[in-house]
């Protein structure tokens, strides 16, 4: 999975009817060139593949000032459902080395339910616990292997220490979440209450 495709489609459908210039702008505030490796160009590149693959359609154009006309996309039916997709697919795995998935459910659980989060985010502390059991197996290997440079080892140590600070995050969050933070797909909120 494309973590630039996931990433664009949810902005745009956070911030639709919105324009390329917008996202790019947007998403560089959310260090997304630095976690996620998005480059101001490939926003545009997958603007227009997702335009193409029939997940977000123009909406109209915007104007202002002497400032040529903006083309607005917003996301079509197909393209809500391939950005749950991607999403729950995103929280619902762990990578034992990618921090990616952890940068993209923090900017897009809201578009999943309260409980879902908190199942996917349980499922991933304890996914880690597995992860860092494999690893200690990884560094067993590498002990006994006659080839492989016992440094090799720090490759997962790494991993492992990656994980744990991942799963901390990942109890706290949840914690957070359970304690009424944020909003989410799904919750009631009071009349005249903004969203958070």
Do not use: C
Not at 90 to 101: I, M, S
Not at 107 to 128: D, Y
Not at 131 to 146: K, P, Q
Not at 160 to 180: K, M, P, T
């Amino acid at each position: 999975m494309s973590t630039t495709r996931l990433v664009v489609l949810g902005a745009v459908h956070q911030f639709q009817p919105t324009h390329g210039y917008f996202l790019r702008r947007e998403l560089m505030t959310w260090h997304v060139d630095e976690w996620a490796n998005i480059q101001s160009g490939s926003i545009y590149n997958a603007l227009r593949s997702l335009e193409q693959e029939g997940y977000v359609v123009e909406a109209g154009t915007e104007t202002s000032g002497k400032r040529p006309a903006r083309t607005t996309y917003r996301t079509t039916p197909q393209g809500e459902v391939e950005l749950l997709r991607m999403l729950r697919e995103t929280l619902w795995n762990v990578e034992p080395f990618d921090t990616t998935a952890a940068m993209a459910i923090a900017s897009f659980m809201f578009i999943l339910s309260r409980q879902e989060v908190i199942a996917g985010l349980e499922h991933r502390v304890n996914k880690i616990d597995a992860l860092v059991v494999e690893n200690g197996f990884n560094i067993e290997d590498t002990a006994r292997s006659e080839t492989t440079p016992k440094y090799v080892r720090e490759i997962f140590e790494l991993s492992s220490a990656r994980l744990r600070g991942e799963q901390e995050w990942a109890r706290e969050l949840v914690a957070r979440i359970r304690g009424g933070a944020y909003s989410f797909t799904g919750d009631r909120i009071e009349p005249g209450a903004a969203p958070v």
